[in-house]
C-alpha cells in the first residue's frame, strides 16, 4: 500500500526566524501547517486534540486579541504574510 501525500510549501514564524513549512491538502492532518509532508498522515493523539479544543474554547478572546496585536504589529508576521501572499 503506498501514501500519498500532498502539501502546499508556506512560511511561518518559528521562533524569531522564518521557516519553511507544509500545509497539509489531503490525509488527518488537512488545512494544517506541520513542518514536514510525512506529518500529514500520521496518527492524531485524541487527548491532546481534546485539551487543545477546551483550551482554545476557554481562551478564545484572550487568543483573539493577541493575534490581532502579533499580526499587525510584529515585524516578523509581516513579512510571513507578505511572502505567503505571493505564494498564491
Do not use: H, Y
Request: hydrophobic share 35%; charged share 45%; aromatic share 4%.
Amino acid at each position: 500500500m503506498k501514501i500519498v501525500v500532498e502539501a502546499k510549501i508556506v512560511w511561518a514564524r518559528k521562533g524569531k526566524k522564518i521557516a519553511r513549512k507544509v500545509r497539509c491538502t489531503s490525509g488527518r492532518r488537512k488545512g494544517r501547517v506541520v513542518s514536514a509532508a510525512s506529518s500529514c498522515s500520521k496518527k492524531v493523539d485524541i487527548k491532546k486534540r481534546m485539551q487543545f479544543k477546551r483550551t482554545k474554547a476557554r481562551m478564545r478572546g484572550r487568543i483573539i486579541m493577541k493575534t490581532k496585536r502579533t499580526k499587525k504589529f510584529n515585524p516578523l508576521s509581516k513579512r510571513v504574510t507578505r511572502l505567503n501572499k505571493r505564494r498564491r
